[in-house]
T-cell receptor, first 112, second 113 residues
Framework: RKEVEQDPGPFNVPEGATVAFNCTYS??????FFWYRQDCRKEPKLLMS???SGNEDGRFTAQLNRASQYISLLIRDSKLSDSATYLC?????????????FGKGTKLSVIP | ETGVTQSPTHLIKTRGQQVTLRCSSQ?????VSWYQQALGQGPQFIFQ???????GRGNFPPRFSGLQFPNYSSELNVNALELDDSALYLC????????????FGDGTRLSIL
């Protein structure tokens, strides 16, 4: 089983749609959780941290369920500029240090 | 605030050669992590540097090595390059080797011929 698994993409949605990404992780000792966004041939950029209480940043809502080892990201009212690959990222101690483990990413294309 | 900067942006090498990639951390950040991202994959952790010492390593062979300098900048060295080393190499810095989010540089795209 992969350490961080995400929905296979791609997701093609019209402008204004709501889209949800799901992610599961295998290490129950994981300590921190993030969603990063990566544009084509660019570096990953932190979108938001994810907390057990859930958190919202404008059109973006992230949820964490530690019992199910499940993370989600909801994007409301999709914009063309939301087109990117969304990476689910889990942080924890491993290999002697705190490190981030990335999922393969889910590609989102928002269509006019 | 200065972000993470990496150099060079692109590099072409041949099998068997050696390469050095450089990274300057974001101001105030003392921890640097290096990742390899192959096409269509998520970044894979190579190693992390904190206080000028390696502070953890992923599943990469010893020909991948690194350094951190007193100003927190870092180098990634790869010896005996192989075709599979072709990838985007990303450097990320953070406030500490802990649960802080990591902020990435633009990456160095390495192509091995």
């Amino acid at each position: 089983r992969k350490e961080v698994e995400q929905d296979p993409g791609p997701f093609n949605v019209p402008e204004g749609a709501t889209v949800a990404f799901n992610c599961t992780y295998s290490n129950s000792a994981s300590q921190s959780f993030f969603w990063y966004r990566q544009d084509c041939r660019k570096e990953p950029k932190l979108l938001m941290s994810v907390y057990s209480s859930g958190n919202e940043d404008g059109r973006f809502t992230a949820q964490l369920n530690r019992a199910s080892q499940y993370i989600s990201l909801l994007i409301r009212d999709s914009k063309l500029s939301d087109s990117a690959t969304y990476l689910c990222v889990v942080g924890g101690s491993g290999a002697g240090s705190y490190q981030l483990t990335f999922g393969k990413g889910t590609k989102l294309s928002v269509i006019p | 605030e200065t972000g993470v900067t990496q150099s060079p942006t692109h590099l072409i090498k041949t099998r068997g050669q050696q390469v050095t990639l450089r990274c300057s951390s974001q101001s105030g950040h003392n921890t640097v992590s290096w990742y390899q991202q192959a096409l269509g994959q998520g970044p894979q952790f190579i190693f992390q540097y904190y206080r000028e010492e390696e502070n953890g390593r992923g599943n990469f062979p010893p020909r991948f090595s690194g350094l951190q300098f007193p100003n927190y900048s870092s180098e990634l060295n790869v010896n005996a390059l192989e075709l599979d080393d072709s990838a985007l190499y990303l450097c990320a810095s953070s406030l500490a080797p802990s649960n802080q989010p990591q902020h990435f540089g633009d990456g160095t795209r390495l192509s091995i011929l």
